[in-house]
DNA sequence: GCAACTAATTAGACTGTTCTAATAAAATCA
DNA sequence: TGATTTTATTAGAACAGTCTAATTAGTTGC
């Protein structure tokens, strides 16, 4: 089994991957706040037990098994979530860093109870899908709202980012999953975008903002 | 903070105290499974950092703030089992090694939520209390049911040792937490005890297994 | 009271995880 | 292309946590 560092890096390293299908040793470190050479020590450590390849100077990848690795903590952290949220009444500002604690708990009982008293659940409460228990993951295709035009009608599907500090902004204008969104108009200038929901008053988010929200069209 | 092993140490370090009010190197390796330099040097970190009081060749105890911090640990231990069994359907067999780990994690918003809906209980489904929110635990005054004598009528309130193997016999045989007791005879030779209950026909346990049943006399 | 046994400690090694400082390779840019 | 900046690696140290082997202190039994 892996350690519970070693787990941190290969979620890491599969969150990172999701976009270019590779991660470099800077952002890692970044993303881990873990300084350089430790990543790069740490790469070789996980090349040893294939769970990644790792040639100097080139950018890391996941092995079928690293990537299988990494899904099932993930979805132990999102079962959490979900769990904290759902069943202990937590609000979805609070659970990420609990849940970055009890994803390393080795019990598939206890994980299974989760799932179990959740009915199955396929998205957390960020909107992120939980992989199933072969570290499968499906992504909905969702757009951010940013690349929406003024005029279009969208329902609110995911967060990209879960910091405290943008969730509880969101939960301040009571936007949560599900909202149903009417963008009113778009700044040129700094893409500041004015929405309209819920039958509020209109509301202004910043292109930082729009950029971490994932929507759906408004069809079925 | 102290670290996740640390915890552990303080932990069993606080168990076996409470029988003779110390413990030393030698029942903390064998209980912990480590062998016995490692946890000698454990205990000059330990009473470095003032959670005990440790002087060459004598039994350690534990300070006011080393007793403190184990009951908390202890009290995350507990409220955690309780939560697996009276929220999530585990039985009182499944819990201890799951709450070994849950114990360890860092939130006290965790652990305030899992007492608020399990109602501020006192005790945890080994019968054992909860130490409170300042590390105070109120030992209420069990006997053995090995001290019983033929005739005694008694509750059955909790147990001394919580391994599988121990509590899954109890389940076989139906015995839990509340049960009414009546020792119908003795083994004058080995100890071995007959008990009716529940109107069943009447059980035999051994004097091991009677040793780890804490009962009260049945009056109020 | 000494021998034998048990408990505790010391010495030294090893793994895991982290760091800083120095160096090297790769990428950028002018 | 050559200089500069960024990224990656190496070298060396440190701390946490564990072990085995050797030694020493304390206890027990004749
Ligand atoms: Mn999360
Ligand atoms: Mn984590
Ligand atoms: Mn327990
Ligand atoms: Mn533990």
Redesign the interface.
């Known amino acids: 089994m892996n350690t519970h560092t070693e787990e941190n890096y290969l979620k890491a390293i599969y969150n990172l991957s999701a976009v270019k299908g590779e991660a470099n040793v800077n952002e890692l470190s970044r993303h881990l706040e873990i300084k350089m050479p430790t990543v790069n020590s740490m790469m070789k450590r996980l090349a040893d037990k294939k769970l990644i390849v790792y040639e100097s100077y080139k950018p890391v990848r996941l092995t079928t098994k690293g990537e299988k690795e990494a899904a099932l903590i993930i979805r132990k952290h999102r079962l959490t979530e979900m769990f904290?949220v759902e069943?202990?009444?937590?609000g979805w500002d609070?659970v990420h860093?609990?849940a970055e604690?009890?994803e390393?708990?080795?019990?598939s009982?206890?994980f299974a109870?989760?799932d179990e008293?959740l009915g199955f659940p396929k998205i957390d409460p960020h909107g992120s899908p939980i992989p199933d228990k072969n570290g499968k993951m499906e992504w909905t295709e969702y757009h951010k709202l940013n690349e929406c035009k003024t005029g279009d009608i969208v329902i609110f599907k995911a967060v990209t980012h879960s910091s405290d500090d943008f969730l509880k902004l969101l939960n301040v204008r009571e936007l949560q999953l599900g909202t149903i969104i009417k963008i009113k108009s778009v700044e040129a200038f700094d893409g500041t975008m004015t929405i309209e929901y819920n039958k509020r008053k209109p509301e202004m988010l910043s292109h930082l903002v729009c950029d971490r929200i994932l929507v759906a069209n408004r069809k079925k």
């Open positions: 904290l069943k202990m009444g937590f609070e860093g609990i604690q009890i390393h708990v080795q019990s009982d206890f109870k989760m008293l």
